[in-house]
């Protein structure tokens, strides 16, 4: 079983709908991440997260350190948010990564 | 402020050959990791170098290894290519190891691999 489980795997939606994407972890960690893979291959950092919640424009992150899982949001979704978003933390100082949720947004 | 750079981008190799890519970090960023990405996979990590030394390594082979320069650059190499090493491969820095927003990665825009 994979330390970091993400659901779902793949996501269509239409553009306008709110999104989440989940991310689980089985062991203690100080900190999980979150990236957006775009089509193309480049990664872009969104979030860093240790509790609570984190805002940037229509983007949204949770995470809840005793129940191990953390969530992102997104608000009004668009065509432009279609990417692959990944979660990962740190363990043993390695990095070990979610498998990726597939977002579609359809116009 | 230059983001992190990776050459080449694309390459070609058969089966057999080695490879050697690039990745030169933001300035002041003093640790490298090195990723694989496949369909099957996802991403996966490689290793870490941090002031010219390794400080963790992934699942991989021997076959996959890399160095860190004085400089904070990093070179990562794989010898006797076999088909499943067909990958996008990324590098990333940060400014240190641990602790707070110094942590977050930088990528770079990757080397795609294709193994013949």
């Known amino acids: 079983k994979n330390e970091v489980e993400q659901s779902p795997q793949n996501l269509t939606a239409q553009e306008g709908e709110f999104i989440t994407i989940n991310c689980s972890y089985s062991?203690?960690?100080?900190?999980l991440h979150w990236l957006q893979q775009h089509p193309g291959g480049g990664i872009v950092s969104l979030f860093m997260?240790?509790?609570g919640k984190k805002k940037h424009g229509r983007l949204i992150a949770t995470i809840n350190i005793q129940e191990k899982h953390s969530s992102l949001h997104i608000t009004a979704s668009h065509p432009r948010d279609s990417a692959v978003y990944i979660c990962?933390?740190?363990?043993?100082?390695?990095?070990?990564f979610g498998k990726g949720t597939r977002l579609h947004i359809l116009p | 402020k230059a983001g992190v750079t990776q050459t080449p981008r694309y390459l070609i190799k058969t089966r057999g050959q080695q490879v050697t890519l690039s990745c030169s970090p933001i300035s002041g960023h003093r640790s490298v990791s090195w990723y694989q990405q496949t369909p099957g996979q996802g991403l996966q990590f490689l290793f870490e170098y941090f002031s010219e030394t390794q400080r963790n390594k992934g699942n991989f082979p021997g076959r996959f290894s890399g160095r860190q320069f004085s400089n904070s650059r990093s070179e990562m190499n794989v010898s006797t290519l076999e088909l499943g090493d067909s990958a996008l491969y990324l590098c990333a820095s940060r400014k240190t190891l641990v602790g707070g927003g110094a942590n977050v990665l930088t990528f770079g825009a990757g080397s795609r691999l294709t193994v013949l």
């Open positions: 062991v203690g960690i100080s900190a």
């Open positions: 997260l240790s509790s």
């Open positions: 990962w933390m740190n363990r043993d100082d390695k990095i070990i």
